[in-house]
């Protein structure tokens, strides 16, 4: 039989739980940092049209030019607004730590609406938009405008759809699994990085 004595047993549980302690609140603290930098990376990616360095699909002249914005959206970059409610989060619970990115409600501040999570969703998946014989006429009241203008004549035609078109494609644009694909590396070096540092007693 081997027997061992520990002296002040008791210290040495509240010194290893003290390490313990430590140790996660670095690895929290070294994602959130990460998580940060990543927002900012993937709305500055989005507002460029390329997330992970993939160009997204360009818009069509009838996208360019529907809803608000008219002509001054014409050179803006696809999906450029849905840089805005990029946002990150982070939570513990039963003793796990989950970090999410992307169209996700934050720790705090103002949620993500469902319409801009639906639009990111839709973009992301692509699919058809289904036109209503109101929609037809609005196009070509939209076609009609622009031919009348010798700047915009040649974009017209795209608004005076045939007869049997009753939908209209709406190409994917992936934009978070490019970002990630693209990243994954820096990102786990950027952890184990941050983490060292901060267990060192850096500020970071």
Do not use: C
Not at 5 to 24: E, M, P, S, T
Not at 28 to 42: D, N, P, Q, S, W
Not at 149 to 159: L, P, Q
């Amino acid at each position: 039989m081997i027997e061992m004595l520990v002296k002040n047993w008791q210290a040495f549980q509240r010194d290893i739980g003290a390490a313990n302690r430590r140790r996660v609140k670095a690895a929290e603290i070294a994602t959130k940092v990460e998580g940060y930098r990543l927002m900012r990376i993937l709305k500055k990616e989005i507002r460029a049209g390329a997330p992970g360095g993939r160009a997204l699909a360009p818009l069509s002249e009838i996208a360019k030019r529907r809803g608000r914005g008219g002509n001054r959206r014409r050179n803006r970059s696809p999906l450029a607004r849905l840089a805005f409610p990029v946002r990150y989060n982070t939570e513990t619970r039963g003793g796990t730590f989950t970090f999410r990115l992307g169209f996700v409600n934050p720790n705090r501040g103002r949620p993500i609406s469902k319409s801009w999570k639906r639009i990111a969703q839709a973009q992301q998946q692509g699919g058809s938009l289904t036109l209503s014989e109101e929609g037809r006429k609005g196009l070509i009241r939209m076609g009609a405008s622009l031919k009348r203008r010798s700047t915009t004549e040649d974009a017209a035609r795209y608004f005076f759809l045939k007869k049997s078109t009753r939908n209209l494609r709406l190409p994917a644009r992936p934009i978070l699994d490019p970002f990630w694909n693209t990243h994954e590396g820096e990102v786990r070096r950027n952890l184990e990085r941050n983490f060292a540092r901060k267990m060192a007693g850096e500020r970071i």
